[in-house]
């Protein structure tokens, strides 16, 4: 089992910045690959980005080159840096991973935390 706490956000005026982390516990050592997804009121869960066991990451369009996700694999942590912030990117984040559970992979997901952007 794989236990994930999201923190960091907030509100913030259009233009800012926040930091989400979300530390991982339990079966860490098992985990696999990290994301970061979100929900907005009405709207489906989307991914945002995502970041492998090695490091490779990969994002989406609508957040390329304003967020950047890193993982700190001993601290079991990854982190999603926001910049540049629009009232688009208002929605509930959620953390994600996949560990090894034999004989494949399972997901796991934190609770949420709410990131709200004024104009």
């Known amino acids: 089992q794989v236990q994930l706490v999201e923190s960091g956000g907030g509100l913030v005026q259009a233009g800012g910045s926040l930091r989400l982390s979300c530390a991982a516990s339990g079966s860490s050592s098992s985990i696999v690959t990290m994301r970061w997804y979100r929900q907005a009121p009405g709207k489906q869960r989307e991914l945002v980005a995502t970041i492998t066991s090695g490091g490779s990451t990969n994002y989406a369009d609508s957040v390329k080159g304003r967020f950047t996700i890193s993982r700190d694999n001993a601290k079991n942590t990854v982190d999603l840096q926001m910049n540049s912030l629009k009232p688009e990117d208002t929605a509930v984040y959620y953390c994600?991973?996949?560990?090894?559970?034999?004989?494949?992979?399972?997901?796991?997901w934190g609770q949420g935390t709410q990131v709200t952007v004024s104009s």
């Open positions: 994600y991973c996949n560990a090894r559970v034999l004989p494949g992979l399972r997901a796991y």
